[in-house]
């Protein structure tokens, strides 16, 4: 069912930064505002971007996001290893009429 | 404080019916609002699938591959909403999640999840 595509994984050390992308196509993406959530093992996804780049109450400027075209991104500065997590993109699709998600990227800090 | 609790059988037999229950505690399913209270689900080892979602009037929206099969609906004396699943397969076999989301779409609140497994 995942419409948007996103890297499997990616990985980088403690303190750096990684940028996880969301592509999509005009009738989803494009045209439609993307939100980026944390999934911890084992517990429900949390809300970490919506409306492309805002942040929700206590969630720390370390996590950004930003859109272009028919593609999303969020970046992670200042990486930590509580940030080990799956990150999800997600966004409206008009050809579907149906809100969908990305395939999902692990996060892992070496 | 919003909450949302979702629960239900954790295992379905194929061909059954899979009925989960999501309860809201800290708002109204019914009061006008710019929100909609959606199913939500994750098949193991994969990505978040949106399987639909009701507004506070009753409307539903549902994921097109899955209509035929699905019905949300709302219990507004007991502040809850409710996903029926019909004719499942092991292909339905996910963790489940109720959440509250924005006309925007982004999702704020969720309920912990329910593993559904559908075996015989």
């Known amino acids: 069912q995942s419409v948007l595509t996103q890297p499997p994984s990616v990985s980088a050390a403690p303190g750096q930064k990684v940028t996880i992308s969301c592509s999509g196509a005009?009738?989803?993406?494009?045209?439609?505002?993307v939100s980026w959530y944390q999934q911890l093992p084992g517990t429900a996804p949390k809300l970490l971007i919506y409306?492309?780049?805002k942040r929700p109450s206590g969630i720390l400027d370390r996590f950004s996001g930003s859109k272009s075209g028919t593609s999303a991104t969020l970046d992670i500065a200042g990486l930590q290893t509580g940030d080990e997590a799956d990150y999800h993109c997600?966004?409206?699709?008009?050809?579907?009429?149906?809100?969908?998600f990305g395939t999902g990227t692990k996060v892992t800090v070496l | 404080q919003l909450q949302l609790r979702d629960s239900g059988p954790g295992l379905v037999k194929p061909s059954e019916t899979l009925s989960l229950t999501c309860a809201v505690s800290?708002?109204?399913?019914?009061?006008?609002?710019?929100?909609?209270w959606a199913w939500i689900r994750q098949p193991p080892g994969k990505g978040l699938e949106w399987i639909g979602s009701?507004?506070?009037?009753?409307?539903?929206y549902y994921y097109p591959s899955l209509k035929g099969r699905v019905t949300i609906s709302a219990d507004t004396a007991r502040n809850q909403f409710s996903l029926n699943l019909n004719s499942v397969t092991a292909a339905d076999t996910a963790v489940y999640f109720c959440?509250?989301?924005?006309?925007?779409?982004?999702?704020?609140?969720w309920g912990q999840g329910v593993l559904v497994t559908v075996s015989s």
């Open positions: 959440a509250r989301h924005a006309t925007n779409g982004w999702c704020d609140y």
């Open positions: 800290g708002a109204s399913i019914n009061s006008p609002s710019d929100f909609y």
């Open positions: 009701i507004y506070y009037n009753g409307n539903t």
């Open positions: 005009s009738s989803n993406i494009g045209n439609y505002y």
């Open positions: 409306d492309n780049d």
């Open positions: 997600g966004t409206w699709d008009s050809s579907l009429s149906a809100h969908v």
